[in-house]
């Protein structure tokens, strides 16, 4: 437990590789339209390598000074979240509370979820026009969430985290959307400077944010760092999976 004058903050961290993502990937490649995935979103789990990720995390974990280590876990329900959680805190040798909250998922895609960019833009044509003339942002495809949507989740989760462990250090596991999306909402960014955050490759996995909260401001010190990949055999410097719509 942390000193009572330390201040609380986040660690954000996304969940390792999954078959999705490694599924996404080859489905960009190919020019394919839809990936080939045959588990509902919530379901799929990680890869191999993603499990080394999450491990990899765990390592991290256990070197941090003792102030610095996190006192909670907050985490998606969905289970490639889940697996990272638990092998993260496994490897650290942490014995932590985790509590699953359904407001840390991911973004839903709704009729869009399991195409390729190209395959949205070949198989629905009408949406593709109307994601172009309302933006990123505010965008919600049938039966899904804009990121405007899941913002407004996040309040409510990030309030209840607030008011819950005031003053304490909370890992969060969670999605590459979502990861960004918390620093819209806590530093109150505005649309522009939340997509110039994030670029074209989005949060890669298992990698770690963290922010700190003093004299009622929030700011991040570190955002997307994947440092601690680096000893892993595959390269850690493309974002993953972020060509085609699944995660």
Known sequence: MRDADVAGGLVLVRH?????????TAAARAGADRLDLDTRDADTPLSARGIEQARAVGAWLADLPARE?????????????????????GAAGFDLPVRLDE???????GITDRLTTGGMARLLPDETA??????????????GESWADVALRLRSVLA???????????????HDAVIALVRYVLEELTEDELFDLVGHGGVRNA??????????????????DVAHLAALDAP?????GTDARGR
């Open 130 to 143: 109307r994601r172009a003339l309302l933006g990123k942002f505010y965008y919600r495809p049938p039966g």
């Open 103 to 109: 407001r840390l998922r991911d973004r839903e895609l």
């Open 69 to 89: 280590r996190p006192d909670v876990v907050w985490c998606s329900p969905y289970l490639r979240a889940r697996q990272t959680a638990e092998a993260a805190l």
């Open 207 to 224: 990698s770690v944010s963290r922010l700190e909260h003093v004299e009622g401001t929030w700011r991040a010190t570190s955002f997307d």
């Open 160 to 174: 209840d985290i607030d008011r819950r462990e005031a003053g304490r250090l909370v890992l969060v596991v969670t």
């Open 16 to 24: 390792g590789e999954s078959v999705g993502n490694v599924a996404a």
């Open 236 to 240: 850690v410097t493309e974002h993953e």
